[in-house]
């Protein structure tokens, strides 16, 4: 990696400051993304701001109005441990690596970075979350904006994701045999008012929601109200691990597969 | 004597209690005094015409102790092959140089173009980025097929083609065989690919060079598994160091299978660097570039050919196949696809015509060379899947069908050069079939039909050839070296003793089995026997670790050693107790007069050896320390039968292994706790081949698969409990421990089995699919299922 200085502050408001002042400086969550591409000599920043001391935005809640909520600066373990109230999004987190990418990594790190074959985004789309920013809140319909984009301005840090706890909800992670990513991965939740489908894994696009299964679901929440639907393969990612029309057929599946453990 | 430490104990393996509590010492835990960093620049194009290297600015970067370049290896050896094939037309191979640092052209990527030598390693990268190039670039070729075509791109302009060699064996067999296929009442063709792999031991390479200003001496500590081969093969042909001016080191190694079997451009270059510098050099690789730098392996591409009579016997087998070398040749690529692969297509089966063709073919990739099995996995695998396709065509159980035409007789004289001395294959399929519990494989069936899954039961059986020998006669066919082991036995005067051998342990456990067999030769404790390894300066000139090679061979020159320990320590017994020399006896560490209550141990014995008081001066000198050389009269020839049983989500594609029997025949065991971890290694690593793993160059050759991201190597998770059984046991006639080598069976044996088990699942639900090329992963059963 090339030189860096290294920041790690204790308090929000340090952190934001130290992200705006004149030094080229980037956040530093968990590192399981960016480390990586510090070893690789990908990225080079003057300077990082590493969140992980910032107790405040670590931890689990329950708000008001009924929403789990998880601080950005969470690790996955913690929200596979303390997330009980949302089994479907405990078990994403559960899956999510292995046990030390687990206890490093962040949710807000994983939103942030929108890696398109990462878990986290499908939970937060399929569950219509919204993304609380030192600067503002987003609804998760506007926070994902293509592979590795998200609305986020620079300097802007998550500190918190809400998440409305849905009547029933599943996670299907069908795994890329090298990577564990979702080769193709589906979260499927309903809710009072209708079912979300999310889609992480597929589509050049990133996460995406599957508009066409939502609307079967909701009026007929059961497998077979979408065993005839199908996705084009166009627009999906096809690579050495699958084509597009084999990602295309397993977003099907995986729906399929998702509303019945769903229960 | 206690069972707990010789032949045929489970002793837990002594050299684990280091390496599970991090005291083992790799040779990146070496570091000298003064030391300095080299970084490679690497050409990150697959070809291209190397116009300029400006290192200027690069010079003046911090921390820049020089910088080298190709030309800075003008006039100096390039990397040796040790193995030239002779092909169909009796022709030797078009054999290309292999420059230390590329000179005029890149030829793959990966290939090193300069190296800069620095005080830390973050100085030399960051001084590698500034490093100014013009390279132009070449077409790549990359398709074995296409790289034979006229006009193709050459990846060496000074060779007529990219045509390496093309191999006929046997040549002579060649009408027959046509012959039998005009007359044959059934052929089944197969083509297929043995995908190229990436050996990935959990160590990456290392080399650290050091040069003794004051005596002249070179030494070089690497991540090797023949450090004698590095030194004769550098010292000679690359640097013109004599040996006695040169010490190679391997001390702990972390796996090699095979990739670190040759002779690397970082080792040469680290060795040189340090004289020109005279400061020690070192080079730690990267994953990234072990993965565009360490030897690959397989990548052929096969179309096999079974002929039957009307009575479902096997007439003739015929192949065709192009492996590929890559850009050059490393250290042992021709021996691979020719006398390695050639020479098992005979299998278990008592074919009587058999005719192989290999075209050997240069592209722009990563050199390919030995990998665990390193032809006889290729061989295995085509013989094995067209048999299990005839099988189907002709509607006859697949078991059946091998065992008809298994051959039973041995000695046995395969036509294709080899003689087999012993096997027993019935009795490793019967022992098969018990352990797999065939019987209850149609109730496993229903179980997960009834689950929406496809279940399936694959078998094959496997022949390989360990410890590849005699040195006359693969003299005779193209090795640059011999093929013998050796090994010194040094008593102490107390009693214990030191192995010096010339095997080399990078896994195997040979500090525990080879002291085993110490210690039952002589009947005492395995405790008192010490086993050295990996260092020239004070093993005898061996051959090194690869070819399940060191129980059979090394261990073979060991016993030979220690015999002639016993027969001099039971001439000095002999004077001891005033006896004659025939009537000494040896038992549990004790000498005895046979017939008599006279003994002196072996203690004793080696005491006077030291301390000659008491002592026959006149007939034998003092001390107890012997050397043997041992060469092989004939290979090995271990055998056995393998089970898989896949489950296959008709929805996905997604294969999951459900249980694995391996059925076993390696003659007599040492120790068979270790047997069953290089089985379940060797397993492991095949099942990694048939689902998970995949090389992967696009059309311009570039690496696609180039980290673990997209490298798919097996988990924990992706493996099932083994059934494994080394029960039967035919023991090789021609060494003396009747051993037969264990290290790569697993990784021969298993991929036919689990692909035919995949295909048996497919077929099992309706689904018309005669075969699907390896790796089988979701995508590409699913797509075979599309039809």
Redesign the interface.
Known sequence: ???FDIERPTRLTDAVKLLSDATDSQPLGGGQTLIPALK??LAAPERLVCLSAVDEIKGICTADDGALCIGGGTCHADVAAGAGAYPALASLAANIGDPAVRNRGTIGGSLANNDPSSCYPAAVLGSGATVVTTNRKIAADDFFEGMFTTSLEEGEIITEVRFPVPEKANYQK?EQ???RFA?VGVFVAKYADGVRVAVTGASEDGVFRWSEAEAALSSDFSAGAVEGLSLSGDGMISD????GD?RA??VG?LTRRAVAAAG | MPKDGGIGASTKRREDVRFLTGTGNYTDDINLRGQAYVHFLRSDMAHGRLNTVDTSAAEGMPGVIRIFTGADFEGIGGLPCGWQVTDRHGEVMQEPGHPVLAQGKVRHVGDPIAAVVAETR?QA??AA?AIELDIEELSAVVDMKAALKDGAPKVHDDLTSNLCYDWGFVEENKPAVDEAFKSAAHVTTLELVNNRLVANPMEPRVAVGDFNRSTGDHTLYTTSQNPHVIRLLMGAFVLGIPEHKLRVVAPDVGGGFGSKIFHYAEEAFCTFAAKALNRPVKWTCSR?EAFMTDAHGRDHVTKVELALDADNNFTALRTDTHANMGAYLSTFAPSVPTWLHGTLMAGNYKTPLIYVNVKAVFTNTVPVDAYRGAGRPEATYQLERVIDKAARELGVDPIALRRQNFITEFPYATPVAVEYDTGDYHATMDKLEEIADFKGFDARRKESEAKGRLRGLGINCYIEACGIAPSNLVGQLGARAGLYESATVRVNATGGLVVMTGSHSHGQGHETSFAQVVAEMIGIDADQVEIVHGDTANTPMGMGTYGSRSIAVGGSAMVRATEKIINKAKKIAAHLMEASEADIELKDGQFSVAGTDKSVAWGDVTLAAYVPHNYPLEDIEPGLEETAFYDPSNFTYPSGAYACEVEVDP??G?VTIERFAAADDFGNIINPMIVSGQVHGGIGQGIGQA??E?C?YDENGQL??GS??????PRADDVPFYQVDHSCQTPCTHNPLGVKGCGEAGAIGSPPSVVNAVIDALQSGGKNVTHIDMPL???RV??AMQG
């Open positions: 990696m090339y030189a690789a000599r069908f045999p090298a990577s080769l050495m691990h699958g084509s084999y057929h397993l599946v | 973050e990268r960051d980025e990234s929805d996905t997604k689902l998970l995949a992967v696609q698969s673990y991201m997209d490298y798919a190597m992963s979701p995508s699913w797509q």
